[in-house]
């Protein structure tokens, strides 16, 4: 009995498959029935290159290192030397060097514009970002231990680290500083969605594609979304009532988003309904460090709110494109 009881209990229980080894199968392999997009396409085994088109497909390759021009970066006369673009990415670190400035008289530092259009390929760039991404700084504080920093995210934290020292802009306590911090990775985590994914689909891509359109915009709203119900919990600005590097760093994508400067998005996005996201982007946008920070490094736009390159305060009144051209 208890044997034919026992054969009776395995072999039930050899009827029971989990259900992660039924879908194991359909998880790695394609579906025959999936619609391809151009029509006919089929996956090779192994990927090649080729230019994809599009605004930037002119430049964008599947390896690393200094492809470009075997060419030395420009110095100028301040310890502090930015190698940036006016994108979203750049506007960050800029916004917070305007705020030094600004809290600061003695503060300074020089700004070179990089476009990238294959400038972020060069030795000299390269040497200072093996990532070829702007932006880019060399600290030159101590000559004989230059410091470089790439990603916007690292520049701004040692910025404030090391200039900030009243911790106006990053807390130097616990749980304001973790606070800061966490609003910080979150925007460095969430602007490829925006950037790369909402970004290159909805305004840059070679063609219109529905389901990548729909993929991004989606997540896109969701990550205004999350920053609109947070900032109706605890604002005016990101960390309660201080105004931070979360802030600086979240404005120029979420911000220029929905004041309707990036990618002419605005109304397609439905911005209009998320309140609490829309005073705090016209709250920092009135911002004289903001508002400089977005010239600095800028080919694009109105002439009078272009400055290529940025060496002394003085230079928003005089070196604007529309005073040298």
Same mark, same amino acid.
């Given at each position: 009995?208890?044997?034919?009881?026992?054969?009776?209990?395995?072999?039930?229980?050899?009827?029971?498959?989990?259900?992660w080894r039924r879908l194991r199968p359909r998880a790695f392999t394609m579906s025959a029935e999936k619609p391809s997009l151009p029509e006919g396409y089929e996956l090779p085994k192994v990927w090649e290159f080729k230019e994809q088109g599009g605004t930037?497909?002119?430049?964008?390759?599947?390896?690393?290192?200094?492809?470009?021009?075997?060419?030395?970066?420009?110095?100028?006369? /301040?310890?502090?030397?930015?190698?940036?673009?006016?994108?979203?990415?750049?506007?960050?670190?800029?916004?917070?060097?305007?705020?030094?400035?600004?809290?600061?008289?003695? !503060?300074?530092?020089?700004?070179?514009?990089?476009?990238?259009?294959?400038?972020? =390929?060069?030795?000299? =760039? /390269?040497?200072?970002?093996?990532?070829?991404?702007?932006?880019? &700084?060399? $600290?030159?504080?101590?000559?004989a231990k230059p410091v470089r920093v790439f990603e916007s995210g690292a520049i701004m934290m040692y910025l404030a680290d090391k200039f900030d020292k009243e911790?106006? !802009?990053?807390?130097?306590?616990?749980?304001?500083?973790?606070?800061?911090?966490?609003?910080?990775?979150?925007?460095?985590?969430?602007?490829? =969605?925006?950037?790369?994914?909402?970004?290159? =689909?909805?305004?840059?891509?070679?063609?219109?594609?529905?389901?990548?359109?729909?993929?991004?915009?989606?997540?896109?709203?969701?990550?205004?979304?999350?920053?609109?119900?947070?900032?109706?919990?605890?604002?005016?600005?990101?960390?309660?009532? +201080?105004?931070?590097?979360?802030? &600086? %760093?979240? #404005?120029?994508?979420?911000?220029?988003?929905?004041?309707?400067?990036?990618?002419?998005?605005?109304?397609?996005?439905?911005?209009?309904?998320?309140?609490?996201?829309?005073? #705090?982007?016209?709250?920092? %946008?009135?911002?004289?460090?903001?508002?400089?920070?977005?010239?600095?490094?800028?080919?694009?736009?109105?002439?009078?709110? +272009?400055? /290529? $390159?940025? /060496?002394?305060?003085? $230079? !928003?009144?005089?070196?604007? +494109?529309?005073?040298?051209?």
């Amino acid at each position: 009995l208890f044997r034919s009881l026992k054969q009776g209990m395995f072999a039930r229980r050899a009827l029971v498959v989990p259900a992660w080894r039924r879908l194991r199968p359909r998880a790695f392999t394609m579906s025959a029935e999936k619609p391809s997009l151009p029509e006919g396409y089929e996956l090779p085994k192994v990927w090649e290159f080729k230019e994809q088109g599009g605004t930037w497909g002119g430049t964008n390759r599947p390896y690393a290192g200094a492809w470009g021009e075997d060419k030395a970066l420009p110095k100028g006369e /301040h310890a502090l030397q930015l190698y940036s673009m006016g994108t979203p990415n750049g506007v960050k670190v800029t916004i917070l060097l305007e705020e030094l400035v600004e809290l600061y008289p003695e !503060f300074e530092y020089d700004a070179w514009l990089i476009k990238i259009d294959g400038t972020q =390929f060069t030795s000299g =760039f /390269h040497a200072v970002n093996p990532n070829s991404k702007i932006p880019a &700084m060399m $600290d030159y504080s101590d000559p004989a231990k230059p410091v470089r920093v790439f990603e916007s995210g690292a520049i701004m934290m040692y910025l404030a680290d090391k200039f900030d020292k009243e911790g106006r !802009f990053f807390p130097k306590d616990y749980p304001l500083r973790a606070e800061c911090q966490s609003w910080l990775m979150w925007q460095m985590g969430s602007a490829p =969605f925006i950037g790369g994914g909402f970004g290159h =689909f909805f305004s840059y891509a070679p063609v219109k594609i529905e389901y990548a359109i729909d993929r991004y915009t989606m997540e896109t709203k969701r990550l205004i979304d999350v920053l609109d119900k947070h900032l109706a919990s605890g604002g005016p600005y990101v960390c309660g009532d +201080q105004y931070t590097i979360a802030d &600086m %760093a979240i #404005w120029p994508w979420i911000g220029n988003l929905v004041l309707g400067r990036l990618y002419g998005a605005a109304e397609f996005l439905d911005v209009e309904k998320y309140t609490h996201v829309m005073a #705090w982007a016209k709250r920092i %946008a009135e911002r004289p460090a903001v508002v400089r920070g977005r010239m600095v490094n800028r080919p694009f736009g109105e002439k009078s709110e +272009q400055l /290529h $390159d940025r /060496h002394a305060r003085s $230079d !928003f009144e005089t070196k604007t +494109q529309d005073k040298i051209e």
